[in-house]
């Protein structure tokens, strides 16, 4: 086991090596058949592998000079006649151009589709371990937080859909941002820019879903650098965000077209299908050799094996707990005091109260009392929820004395990181929340399946699991920096839990050429 003075001298490359080391493992025995046999299943892996060669195959011709061909690209081969038939699915283009020296080599799409796949998760690892390095300055802590989100138990029922495994824009455009706000310089935001984009073009999923959590993320950085009122950032955020739209909005042109002649909105009861259960936090796909046979609540149900690994969870919860006594310490440290702080006390007491209730809500359905004949119920989570931010925000408004407690602590973003987790959750319950297929209210997704355009052609609100996994994993390096902290047994624990983390994920047999008769539900 190497000590902490080693851990420190760890770079990116080596964290590369790393998860490459951790990916090949994972997924053998693939690595030994690459050129030969698709990861997973031969219904989307198959037809993804096919869209990434239509695509490199695209810009091979306008690299020889053929722009017809390249201008074709969305007029793919397929439902014939219809125009622009390549926007009925995602188009993997950032995927594509990921393997493009090695399609133009070897012209083998079974070979350049299982590269791309082994990609997402070193990329994932790497991307993490850049943030929670950066946010920790801790390299044990990051390359946990990296193994806990790239190797997370939920990508095993996501194997066979490429788009939701390219998750690592998310941490790298997290990073770019972070970056930003420490140095100030305009390189990072550019970066963040392009792997925003990056992500944008990777799915529509994660378009629609992590977009408001890249504004929540900014707004937080701004307040707490007490750069609200600043013109430069809000100039330099407001130019990344143009920038986003821009180089995204041309991609979008052609769904949007399809959109409004073929496609349109999805079927509200399709969305309720596909959401996830409260009880899918703590089901695993069956294919997980450690917890397949344990954590079978919502087995059977559609997408729906959404539990983020053990390692992550204990981790995370560490972290809250540590903020919360640090964020104690530096109130009772306080020197500046006024009646405001009692006020902002109470209503922060309220607040917390709040949110104790709504994560029972959603944790139990808001059961209270359930026997024959006799049922109590709490539904009012989405009322519960919006009275707890208030709460919140006012006691945070009115008191400058429990500013400084909860943003000046060393693991101030582990609570922010674990509200954001549970936002994602309570989104990932889709517009009808249920505990155990038994509905207990309307949910916050429904008010983005009314107001926000592009929500209602989106199919699978539990994909929002990914998200969950990210935060999880942001706050759960937190915890792990204080415990390599300690010293060398420290980062020794904290490197045997990044094994831990990346080994209770493992399938018990990593399928390739799967037979779409016995393959999963294909979304």
Known sequence: ???????????????????????????????????????????????VAWVMGWVNDSVLALARGDGARFLAMWDAPIFYP???????????????????????????????????????????????????????GNTAAALLAGAAFAFTPYRVDQLSHMQILSSQWMP??????????????????????LALVALNLSTGYYLFFFMPFVVAYVLGEMWARGRLADARTWRDVSAAGAGTLLLTMPFLLPYL????????????????????????????????????????AMRGTAENATFPGLTVALFAAAALVRAGLQAGARWRQAVDRS????????????????????????ATGGRIVDMPGVEVRLRNFPRVTLYAAASCVLALALSRRLRHALTGARGALAGPALVAAFAAFALSLGPRM????????????????????????????????????????????????????????????????????????RPVRFEVDQPISVAKDHA
Request: aromatic content about 12%; glycine content about 6%; overall charge positive.
């Open 1 to 47: 086991m190497p000590t902490a003075r080693a851990t420190r001298r760890l770079t990116a490359w080596h964290a590369a090596a790393i998860y490459t080391a951790a990916a090949v493992a994972w997924t053998w025995p693939l690595p030994r058949v690459m050129s030969e046999a698709i990861a997973s299943d031969l219904g989307d892996p198959a037809f």
């Open 257 to 296: 077209a399809v959109r409004l002649d073929v496609v349109g909105q999805r079927p509200y009861d399709e969305i309720v299908t596909f959401s996830a259960d409260v009880l899918a936090y703590v089901t695993a796909s069956e294919f997980v050799a450690v917890w397949g046979s344990t954590l079978t």
């Open 172 to 193: 790298l455009a997290l990073y770019g941002l972070r970056r930003y706000f420490t140095t100030g310089g305009a390189r990072p935001l550019v970066w963040a820019t």
């Open 434 to 505: 249920e505990w155990m297929d038994r509905f207990f209210a309307h949910g916050p997704y429904a008010v983005l399946l009314k107001f926000v355009p592009g929500f209602d052609g989106l199919r699978v609100p539990s994909r929002f699991a990914m998200i969950v996994v990210l935060w999880l994993a942001v706050a759960a390096a937190y915890a792990a920096a204080a415990l390599a902290r300690r010293g060398r047994w420290g980062t020794i624990a904290v490197l045997a839990a990044a094994v831990v983390a990346v080994a209770e994920s």
């Open 339 to 362: 009646w405001r702080d009692g006020a902002g006390l109470v209503f922060i007491g309220f607040g917390l109260v709040l949110t104790a209730v709504a994560v029972w809500i959603a």
């Open 82 to 136: 219809a125009p622009l038939a390549l926007a009925f699915s995602e188009h993997f283009i950032p995927q594509a151009l990921l393997v493009l020296p090695l399609h133009a080599a070897t012209g083998n799409i079974v070979l350049c589709y299982n590269v791309a796949l082994l990609a997402t998760f070193v990329l994932s690892g790497v991307g993490m371990f850049l943030l929670a390095r950066e946010l920790t």
